[in-house]
């Protein structure tokens, strides 16, 4: 009986340890906390969104082609990658695409393990230090998130965005396919995601993606869908007037 009890009390724990690690693995989850995941149904709105940069020569070919149609992209910046390639952050910031943070190392382990989740700070640092600005919005990790995580974003003022159409472009799919998965999820106050980078690879091959964009916006405009910056779509503000550590900015 008493063996019956301990394994029973086994399975209810660990059948609760599974369900929160999904609640966490899950980028559509609302458990812990609040993640904006669209804009307004109602408006012929929806954003375009760039994870995993700068890895150039990727990020700013995609910012090209999203200017030749008058076209402002999201890019949630990899802090260890801004280091690397602080010039690149700067010039999407200079050109007039939001820049927002995705955490420094691009870990799911530090959302899990580090309660203060000093990574967050850790990015907003190295963006401040390379564009001047500090962004108020954040994307977790592969959609990863942890009550913890949500907390030290909601207490800094920032905002957590995730997306409501993914073709899985890190993957290897032709541009034609990216086209279609796109084109066949998006509708208004959609918040498309996509890749100028590949977590915290150098250089990793983002042709695809840079390949099928003309696609997608055509694609986009020709149902009447505009892509508009991201922060206009959800109507916040796309920086905050301060960094935690304020030494490191341009002109302080
Ligand atoms: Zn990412």
């Known amino acids: 009986m008493r063996r019956l009890l301990a394994l029973a009390a086994f399975a209810v724990a660990a059948g609760s340890l599974g369900l929160a690690y999904y609640w966490a693995a899950s980028p559509s989850s609302q458990a812990y906390g609040a993640i904006v995941r669209n804009g307004p149904r109602q408006l012929p ?4 969104t760039f994870d995993d940069g700068p890895n150039p020569p990727w990020s700013l070919a995609i910012a090209d082609v999203l200017e030749r149609y008058g076209v402002r992209g999201a890019f949630f910046l990899v802090g260890e990658n801004v280091k690397a390639y602080p010039e690149v952050a ?13 955490s420094y190392r691009h870990r799911k382990r530090d ?12 990015a907003q640092e190295a963006i401040a230090e390379a564009t001047g600005l500090c962004p108020a919005l954040y994307r977790p ?7 913890w995580q949500l907390r030290t974003v909601a207490a800094r003022g920032m905002v957590t965005v995730g997306w409501d159409v993914q073709p899985s ?17 998006a509708r208004p106050g959609s918040i498309i995601l996509l890749h100028d980078g590949l977590d915290t690879r150098h250089g ?5 993606t840079l390949a099928a964009l003309p696609g997608i916006i055509e694609g986009l405009q020709a149902r009447g869908l505009h892509p508009v910056r991201l922060d206009e779509l959800l109507a916040v503000a796309p920086y905050l007037p301060d960094c935690p550590r304020t030494a490191h900015r341009k002109g302080a």
């Open 204 to 208: 990793a091959d983002r042709s695809s």
């Open 141 to 147: 990790p592969n959609g990863f998130h942890t009550p």
């Open 90 to 102: 700067q010039q999407l910031a200079a050109r007039g695409h939001l820049v927002a943070d995705h």
């Open 45 to 48: 709105l929806v954003a375009l």
């Open 111 to 122: 959302s899990l393990l580090d309660p203060r989740y000093r990574e967050l700070d850790r």
């Open 169 to 185: 472009d890190w993957t290897e799919t032709s541009a034609e396919e990216l086209v279609r998965r796109v084109l066949s999820s």
